[in-house]
């Protein structure tokens, strides 16, 4: 197996049709069937189901596809970082993983700033929950992680993002909290609750809150927040959540009461300790540790 047959197995997967596949890449047909061929007799797996007009991925075709997106996509990436070693102009691609936090504010402001003299790097940004974020670093597929430190994370590099979080619960403006100006953990214990399905996070909750989780009125689990809000919004419950996950101004139908006693966290750029940064990667971080400084002058 090469990166030029997982090139022509993702065409022919994108296609569904090998001779649109084969025009597509400018080989003949005949040529591109025996390429999937030997990749299957390679793996001595069935990658297609083969139709009159038509191919579709079997189960064993959709595992290859997510792998080989990820094998094509850092083969592309090493072209551009061994061109630009040594070079005063760097091309390459940034992957982040990302929670959705406010200090991502942050990340965009380096990355624009980075953009104005270093036009050829681009940035890759996945949004995921921080389990998946992590998981992409720890792989190797992403180059930075944006997670909060309470997940542990000593054997990682990290950067602490100012000013930091602050947990707390966001009710709809008629949700009968939605006057005070924080909660207790005798207030929450009452409410209808949409939270993280992340254990440990739910565990520090519980902690807060004195009782165990299984005893909170827990109606909804989630990993993003924009459905949360949504549900929120439809009046389902209030979410655990930190400052800045969503709009709470004069306009928006949302209030956040932060916790009493204040409940803090903080959100860290993080990287592997274990791999050598490319040169994107490297400018990235460099933009980044300027943003924070003068950040914190000005705070």
Same mark, same amino acid.
């Given at each position: @197996? ?15 049709? $090998? ?5 597509? !890449?400018?080989? +003949?047909? %005949? ?14 797996? #069935?990658?297609?189901?083969?139709? +009159? ?23 592309? #990436?090493?072209?551009?970082? @061994? ?35 270093? %036009?050829?790097?681009?940035?890759? $940004?996945? +949004? ?13 597929? +992403? ?5 909060? #430190? ?10 602490a993002l100012p000013p930091g979080e602050i947990w707390g619960i966001y009710a709809r403006k008629d949700f009968p909290i939605a006057s005070l100006e924080s909660v207790t953990p005798e207030i929450v214990r009452e409410l209808p609750l949409i939270i993280t399905h992340r254990p ?15 005893? !909170? ?39 956040? !009461? %932060?916790?009493?006693?204040? @409940? ?12 050598? @940064? ?22």
């Open positions: @197996m090469d990166i030029r047959q997982l090139r022509y197995f993702l065409k022919v997967a994108e296609e569904r049709n $090998i001779t649109v596949a084969a025009r597509a !890449l400018h080989v +003949s047909q %005949p040529t591109l069937s025996r390429e999937i061929q030997n990749l299957e007799k390679e793996y001595g797996r #069935q990658l297609f189901i083969r139709r +009159s007009r038509s191919v579709e991925l079997t189960d064993y075709g959709i595992l290859l596809r997510r792998r080989a997106k990820e094998l094509v996509n850092m083969a592309d #990436q090493l072209d551009k970082e @061994m061109l630009s070693v040594g070079r005063d102009v760097v091309q390459g691609q940034v992957v982040l993983s990302c929670g959705e936090f406010e200090s991502f504010s942050l990340l965009a402001r380096a990355a624009q700033r980075l953009q104005q003299v270093q %036009p050829g790097i681009s940035f890759d $940004i996945h +949004s995921s929950d921080g389990d998946v974020a992590e998981e992409r670093l720890e792989k190797g597929s +992403s180059d930075f992680a944006l997670l909060l #430190q309470s997940r542990g994370l000593n054997h990682m590099n990290t950067l440990g996070l739910v565990s520090l909750f519980g902690q807060w809150v004195g009782v165990d989780p299984d005893r !909170l009125n827990v109606v909804a689990t989630f990993n993003l927040i924009y459905n949360a809000r949504l549900m929120m919004e439809a009046g389902m419950g209030c979410i655990f959540g930190v400052n800045g996950l969503m709009p709470v101004g004069p306009e928006d139908n949302a209030v956040f !009461l %932060p916790l009493d006693p204040v @409940m803090r966290d903080q959100t860290c750029l993080v990287w592997r300790k274990d791999r050598t @940064m490319s040169p994107a990667a490297a400018l990235f971080l460099e933009e980044v540790e300027k943003v924070v400084r003068e950040t914190a002058e000005i705070g």
